[in-house]
């Protein structure tokens, strides 16, 4: 009996199916998904075992549901696929080149002046409150599940949003162009094994930041404490004071300007000279 030799490719294969296996269970634990994956398992076994044993009828049934279970699967897990491929596309960024593509825009101007008073004041108050300040991503999906408003940010908006039991208090503030364009959105909540800690604001910060370049702002409602979440990450208990200095470590700067090539209209000027 031939042996088949076991190359270094195969470990390298078997090593990335481990990681993307363990990289679906981080994606879907906690939600239904592995049940899920679990019963179309034992269904494919099943099947397996109908069409050993030769089983026709049975075979027959289960053939159909295993013939369209790649579009069950496709429809089943839509949530987690999208969120994986946002993940993938988001969290490369090394790959300089693809943000240049897809993110070719400036980025827009952001004024902390308003956001950093608003908060600072609803710190003292200990008044929940989650901002998130939209740079190149597209938010819209985010934008259109909230109450548009599209309104100059302030102080005085920014606490009435948030201010306890008002209309628009649950859930997040979108600002982007230095306008308040949406309140009470809902944001995808992280998956991720964070601290129990962490309340729906921290959660809901973590997760935006997760699938965008957005900046998320959140004060909590029990301790009055600052956070500062960006690309998965947070940072919890800033001083106001150094707000601001926090937030414009995130934001992305624009591109210098390239200086403007005079050579051409140098050499037309010398052509007129010469024929002059």
Not at 10 to 29: E, K, N, P, S
Not at 69 to 85: M, N
């Amino acid at each position: 009996m031939d042996f088949i030799p076991f190359t270094i490719l195969d470990f390298v294969d078997i090593l990335l199916v481990a990681l993307l296996m363990f990289g679906i269970y981080r994606m879907t634990r906690g939600t239904n998904a592995p049940y899920i994956f679990t019963g179309i398992i034992v269904i494919y076994v099943v099947w397996v075992v109908v069409r050993a044993l030769n089983m026709t009828l049975l075979q027959t049934i289960l053939g159909q549901i295993v013939s369209v279970g790649v579009i069950a699967l496709l429809i089943i897990f839509q949530p987690e696929i999208r969120s994986f491929l946002q993940v993938v596309g988001m969290r490369q960024r090394g790959f300089t080149f693809i943000n240049h593509i897809f993110h070719n825009g400036p980025a827009p101007e952001i004024d902390l002046e308003p956001v950093v008073t608003a908060c600072s004041e609803m710190s003292l108050t200990k008044t929940g409150a989650l901002i998130v300040l939209a740079q190149k991503s597209d938010l819209r999906d985010i934008i259109d599940n909230g109450i548009k408003i599209d309104a100059q940010v302030s102080v005085a908006l920014l606490g009435n949003i948030f201010f306890k039991n008002a209309p628009l208090h649950d859930g997040a503030a979108i600002v982007a162009d230095n306008r308040v364009v949406a309140a009470k959105c809902i944001l995808p909540v992280t998956q991720s094994n964070v601290p129990k800690s962490y309340g729906t604001r921290h959660r809901a910060a973590i997760g935006i930041t997760e699938t965008s370049d957005a900046i998320a702002v959140v004060v909590s409602e029990e301790t009055g404490g600052i956070s500062v979440a960006y690309g998965g990450k947070i940072e919890r208990n800033i001083a106001p004071t150094n707000l601001a200095s926090v937030i414009s470590s995130h934001i992305i700067k624009k591109e210098p300007e390239k200086p403007k090539r005079l050579w051409k209209r140098r050499d037309k000027q010398a052509e007129e000279s010469e024929t002059k």
